[in-house]
């Protein structure tokens, strides 16, 4: 048991690592690269084609020797293993979760959910059976039942996985990384070689013929501690420079965390602000701003000249640099926040209310680099903390947090005052609103009240401030509560007799 629970906590991160490659080798790696990434694609389609034709999950023991690629047998089935497989499992995983959420908020009966529910845990969206056995415990033993499935529900699973298939784009590999294992490579400490210590040999795509890249560790490798693996990455970034990074496997930290819980609003001022009165890159959004304008300035000059923006080196350098900036500045950030609290819960406003309400609040240039960029990579490093640190990271419904006083509850589109000031219009409560929209969502937490729509968030504020009206400390403002309820359109058809 011991040696399983060790194995759980390992995690595999692919950490910088320099490279000296010169010309020649570049230029071979680069058409390396195009072939890899085309026989990525081939795969996948095979295997994506197989599984509607069949109508059953492909597994990881699948055999490909029939596909035709133009690479080697030991390239096909290293790229089968370590990126088509984990991305089509990862792409029917997200699938589950998307039904699951369907479901979830549908007006269905609890048998039909129930029936529902079965059929997308197991990915039976294309061919469900008439019934599914399941295990029920009943008095601490097993026992085996069985779910009869309408045909009503056998036809509303596979309405659902298209459903799901129309709105989330099949994966392509055009940016994927080129992946090296003892069967496409060879790590290789050198003996001969006073300048270079390290060196990877490369199977290409020319028959017997290999490349020997030599490499080294970057102080950053070498600060994240953890057992050196002989799997590489090469990858290409955004101004075609080739970058190589080491597949290094870490442990959990051991983090003396306590029971400690804290809550990130995003906000038009600062990236994020804290419940306990942060306020974390405040220069966050100016920059992107300076960035994105320096963009469109020129993107529109290259269309009127008729030139295509893809094909200007500044344009390319410059979104690279926004990229890079934005990557660095979340990680920055939510590093500082993990090492300042020892924290069990991080409470985030659920990032989908985030792009409708903040981000089409920026002008066009910023709110593209925010959808492009922002987004991945508060959710990349969000998850990476959670896997490295055990935190748990919560999604919570932000609707109406802004508006909604943290002290009675009162909740009025008037009492955000301007973008930084909150003012309660019942009770006088005074504080920073991105601040007391943090303290919100710890509310809303201990209520569990996590994602939900928009209209149901509204409904429980508005039964949580009719609760507080009959606490003893608020009866004074019942007078003051009908007026302004009479004019408040979220109220509307709420009868006097309610609040007594």
């Not at 990858?235 to 990074?245: A, Q, R, V």
């Not at 039964?463 to 507080?468: L, Q, T, V, W």
Request: charged share 30%; proline share 2%.
């Amino acid at each position: 048991m011991k040696s399983l629970k060790n194995k759980e906590e390992k995690l595999y991160r692919a950490l910088p690592y320099k490279h000296f490659a010169n010309k020649s080798k570049l230029k071979t790696i680069r058409i390396l690269f195009k072939l890899y990434q085309k026989d990525a694609n081939t795969i996948f389609k095979y295997i994506w084609e197989k599984f509607i034709k069949s109508k059953t999950p492909i597994t990881k023991r699948e055999n490909i020797k029939q596909i035709k690629t133009i690479l080697s047998e030991r390239y096909k089935y290293t790229i089968f293993n370590y990126l088509v497989y984990p991305t089509y499992s990862s792409y029917l995983e997200i699938a589950k979760n998307y039904i699951k959420n369907l479901i979830t908020h549908s007006t269905l009966s609890e048998e039909n959910k129930l029936q529902l529910y079965i059929l997308n845990k197991r990915g039976l969206w294309l061919n469900p059976p008439d019934e599914i056995q399941i295990k029920v415990k009943k008095e601490n033993k097993e026992e085996t039942k069985t779910i009869k499935i309408s045909q009503q529900n056998k036809h509303l699973i596979k309405k659902l996985f298209h459903r799901y298939l129309k709105t989330n784009k099949i994966p392509k590999f055009n940016n994927a990384p080129l992946i090296v294992d003892n069967k496409t490579g060879e790590f290789q400490q050198s003996k001969t070689s006073k300048k270079f210590k390290q060196w990877i040999r490369l199977s290409t795509h020319i028959k017997r013929q290999v490349l020997y890249i030599p490499v080294e560790e970057t102080d950053y490798y070498n600060q994240r501690k953890g057992k050196d693996t002989n799997i590489f990455h090469i990858t290409k970034n955004d101004l075609g420079t080739i970058e190589i990074k080491r597949v290094k496997e870490i442990k959990k930290e051991n983090t003396d965390t306590q029971e400690n819980i804290i809550a990130l609003d995003f906000g038009l001022k600062s990236l994020f602000t804290t419940n306990k009165g942060d306020l974390l890159g405040r220069n966050f959004f100016e920059k992107i701003k300076e960035y994105a304008d320096k963009i469109d300035k020129l993107q529109r000059n290259l269309q009127r000249q008729k030139i295509n923006p893809k094909q200007s080196k500044r344009y390319i350098k410059l979104n690279f640099k926004l990229k890079q900036f934005t990557k660095n500045e979340i990680r920055r950030i939510i590093n500082r926040i993990v090492e300042r609290y020892k924290l069990s819960i991080i409470l985030v406003e659920n990032l989908k209310y985030f792009l409708k309400q903040v981000i089409n609040k920026f002008p066009n240039s910023v709110k593209r680099a925010l959808i492009r960029i922002g987004r991945k990579e508060i959710k990349n490093k969000l998850k990476e903390i959670s896997e490295e640190y055990g935190i748990q990271v919560v999604e919570i419904n932000p609707a109406y947090s802004s508006q909604t006083c943290n002290n009675c509850g009162y909740v009025d589109k008037e009492n955000r005052k301007t973008q930084e000031k909150f003012e309660c219009r019942l009770c006088g409560y005074k504080l920073n609103a991105d601040v007391q929209a943090s303290r919100n969502l710890i509310k809303r937490f201990d209520k569990g009240m996590f994602v939900c729509g928009r209209k149901q968030a509204l409904r429980l504020q508005i039964e949580e401030f009719i609760a507080n009206l009959q606490l003893e400390r608020y009866k004074c403002l019942w007078s003051k509560a009908l007026r302004l309820l009479t004019q408040n359109p979220y109220f509307k058809g709420l009868s006097d007799s309610s609040l007594t």
